[in-house]
């Protein structure tokens, strides 16, 4: 399982971009966009890119979120529909004092990761291993010229969106993630209080990590930032798990905000 760590762009191309002044721009080469969006025969002549195309652009940073670029006539609906999660995440997370107002260019994190296609993948393996639906994959795909539902390029970058709630993104552990006791999880939650709350269950049901809670730097109607470990209190049974990231009521307790994260150990 190849996850790609570093900083990659999403950007859709404009009259007059050259696969060169691309790179040039975001700190790329020609060759890393060439093999991210698979610019190859038979897709494409070498290099070859036209108006409209979206590509993935793979940054010289170690280390970064996805990041997309807005083009001109884009919304905050229209980005948050492309990642399947929602408008007041998009705009909190990025800390947008007008969600009606962005302009082309304008740089903006979004819940999703990058993983590197390998040699016998097929989408619907990937779409169970990472627990995220084939329509949702398709959907943050659209529009690039090396992406196809039927045939999938080894060292093309697929993007998959994150599974989210309306309050709640975990930036780590991704789904897909061999989780180890002590694990560190990161992520950005507008809750009440600032309270967030977490805990792990293998596929039989069993709790490996009980529920506890962690206190972001900030609390609703801001999106703060919370870290936290997570020990294991029992071995787990399976091989497979799901981390759970929520708040709960302050009217009946009741969990709310779930996000579900599908892991291995």
Known sequence: MTIVFKKNYIYTVRRGDTLYSIARRFGSTVEAIERANHLFEPVTDPGLIFPGDVLVVPSLSKTGKVTYVVKSGDTI??????????IDLV??????ENPDLIFPDQQLIVPAFIYE????????AISRRFGVSLSKIQKANQDRPGFKLD???PEFY???????SVNIVVWDPLPGMKVRNGQRIEGNARAFEANVLHQ??????????NERFTTADAGAPEYGNFTNTLPFDRTPTTNNGELWV???????????????IKIYF
Request: proline residues 5%; positive net charge.
């Open 77 to 86: 609906s229209h980005i948050a529909a492309r990642f399947s999660t929602f």
């Open 91 to 96: 705009s909190g997370i990025n800390k947008l």
């Open 117 to 124: 296609i390998q040699s016998g993948d097929t989408l619907s």
């Open 151 to 153: 045939l999938i390029w």
């Open 158 to 164: 697929l993007l998959i969106p994150l599974p989210t």
């Open 200 to 209: 792990i269950r293998d596929d039989n049901g069993v709790i490996v990590s």
């Open 246 to 260: 929520y708040t709960r009521s302050p009217k009946d307790g009741s969990i709310q905000d779930l996000v579900r």
